[in-house]
């Protein structure tokens, strides 16, 4: 059975940092590119960043420079430090597990940036 969990969301004031992790099972990990996405009520869901096996990274434009995607292989889990929130990065955060054939969702964690 493929297991994505997510953790360490929460509220944090602007400015703040936040670190996700997303530990996985059932999937043969280092295999998998690996995602964060995140939806924002009324929004669709969109790509935050994501790390292939060889470990290439890609950003979307508005996350570059604030948050740095990571992966343990040894740990089959994926990170998502997260610098300099502003309350726009307020959303559900999804971790995506992905190869050509198959696709796997997280459950979710929420992110709340708040005074």
């Known amino acids: 059975q493929v297991q994505l969990v997510e953790s360490g969301g929460g509220l944090v004031q602007p400015g703040g940092s936040l670190r996700l992790s997303c530990a996985t099972s059932?999937?043969?990990?280092?295999?998998?590119?690996m995602g964060w996405y995140r939806q924002a009520p009324g929004k669709q869901r969109e790509l935050v960043a994501a790390i292939t096996g060889g470990f290439r990274r890609n950003y979307a434009d508005s996350m570059k420079g604030r948050f740095t995607i990571s992966r343990d292989n040894a740990k089959n889990t994926v990170y998502l430090q997260m610098n300099s929130l502003e309350p726009e990065d307020t959303a559900v955060y999804f971790c995506?597990?992905?190869?050509?054939?198959?696709?796997?969702w997280g459950q979710g964690t929420q992110v709340t940036v708040s005074s």
């Open positions: 995506n597990a992905k190869t050509d054939l198959k696709e796997y």
């Open positions: 059932g999937i043969f990990f280092s295999t998998y590119t």
